[in-house]
């Protein structure tokens, strides 16, 4: 079985620009560039997303992902949301 192809898709508003990741159609994007997205500040949407699971709309798993950048050894959450 062949695994789909991510695609790097550029998001430009009249504030930001940013690059996001499309695979299997969903948008994978850190909490700052959700925040972004939907101008409100990463604590809103951190709470927001807490509360998604906490609630158990969605799944933790199905929509969280570690993204590891290694030149600086770190470690990014990244999360999907539907296309």
Do not use: C, G
């Not at 695609?7 to 159609?25: D, G, M, P, R, W």
């Not at 909490?31 to 101008?39: N, V």
């Not at 990463?42 to 807490?50: E, G």
């Not at 709309?57 to 999360?79: D, G």
Request: aromatic share 8%.
């Amino acid at each position: 079985m062949k695994t789909p192809q991510a695609e790097i898709v550029i998001y430009q508003s009249s504030k930001k620009t940013f690059e996001v990741k499309l695979n299997a159609q969903k948008l994978w994007l850190n909490l700052q560039q959700i925040a972004d997205l939907f101008d409100h500040d990463k604590s809103v949407i951190s709470r927001h997303f807490t509360n998604i699971f906490k609630e158990k709309e969605l799944e933790r798993n199905s929509v969280v992902a570690k993204n590891a950048i290694t030149a600086a050894n770190l470690v990014m959450t990244i999360l999907a949301l539907e296309a």
